[in-house]
């Protein structure tokens, strides 16, 4: 193609569509907006965000979502300048001219930028459990007196998750202990009877300790990339072996239970926290969305999403842990 018909079709293209931003490449950029009404649903976000890749996997699900609409807009814009054209140019230059030319040389000279802060910025009941070296023992750690597979005086495992909680609440393994055999509570404001009462009504010998979170599309692929991270020096059965891969700060409002996964029950979801709590990343089996990992909470609490609560106040990043990421 000429390089005066180049020229020619760029300067329809700042005619027709001036008005846009232009990027620093020099590219007028369309900004193309989502209905108000779309919304990403569960599975297409658990789908990115346990690919290996959730940022990457995102641009590519929201590419090929808006590939048809990009295309009629390029389309349009391309018919337009061709017309223009045939205004401009001689009738043997119109007659010579390659419209698949005209096509890939406007495509080349706007670009479009995707609703990305629409889906990103979408919220999300998600579920956080926990795996503080439990999961290597089928979450079987959990069941303590006086839960009914165990009996009063049966050592407490310092890998169970409910122990871990405890510490992190502020109680040693023998104030937890005395609770839990005998009830005494001590200067417990809460927290060791509400644990009591959590263990006593738990149908299952398996439970993972759930936190009940509302998190933003956005939150959740910088969490699960760094989760991520885990595995990153190889593959870890036990979470207490594994690499630092951060932190998040859950806030002491935060539904939490003990909730079973693989068969569909759980506990009251009633441990009443008396402390924000500080979970290392590397102790987070999985955050997802509701029924991302097992059976959803929803479905067999019959819950509304009012449980999920805006609760992960911080999500803390080891230092260059992307370039670990993408290496």
């Known amino acids: 193609m000429k390089e005066s018909i180049k020229r020619e079709i760029e300067r329809i293209v700042e005619d027709e569509y001036g008005w846009l931003s232009r990027h620093e490449d020099g590219f007028l950029v369309y900004e193309m907006e989502a209905d108000y009404r779309d919304e990403m649903d569960n599975n297409t976000a658990i789908k990115i965000l346990i690919s290996e890749d959730p940022a990457m996997e995102f641009e590519e699900l929201l590419l090929d979502c808006y590939s048809e609409q990009r295309l009629m807009y390029e389309n ?43 889906f990103l910025d979408q919220e999300f009941c ?19 007196y006086p839960h009914w597979a165990s009996e009063p005086g049966r050592a407490h495992d310092d890998n169970a998750s409910i122990v871990w909680l405890a510490k992190q609440q502020g109680y040693n ?13 001590g200067n417990s404001k809460c927290f060791l009877e509400s644990m009591r009462c959590e263990i006593a009504n738990l149908p299952s ?58 068969n569909g029950g759980g506990s009251m979801f009633e441990i009443e926290l008396e402390k924000d709590v500080r979970v290392p990343v590397r102790f987070i ?39 670990v990421i993408n290496s």
Not at 83 to 102: A, P
């Open 76 to 118: 349009e814009l391309s018919d337009r300048v061709i017309d223009k054209l045939g205004d401009i140019l001689s009738e043997e230059e119109y007659s010579e001219l390659d419209d698949l030319e005209v096509y890939e040389y406007v495509k080349e000279c706007i670009d479009f930028d995707l609703p990305r802060d629409h």
């Open 126 to 144: 998600v579920n956080i459990m926990l795996d503080t070296g439990d999961g290597n023992f089928d979450y079987t750690l959990n069941s303590v």
């Open 173 to 185: 393994k023998i104030q937890f202990r005395k609770a839990m055999d005998k009830g005494a509570y």
């Open 205 to 262: 010998q398996m439970a993972t300790l759930t936190f009940l979170a509302k998190m933003t599309l956005r939150d959740l692929i910088e969490l699960n990339e760094l989760i991520r991270l885990q595995d990153r020096d190889g593959v870890f059965y036990d979470a207490t072996k594994k690499p630092y891969c951060g932190y998040i700060v859950i806030d002491k409002t935060a539904e939490t239970g003990l909730y079973d996964p693989w």
């Open 285 to 323: 089996r999985s955050a997802l969305p509701d029924g991302g990992d097992g059976y959803s909470v929803s479905g067999v609490y019959c819950m509304c999403c009012s449980s999920w609560r805006d609760t992960v106040k911080k999500i803390h990043a080891p230092a260059k842990s992307y370039e």
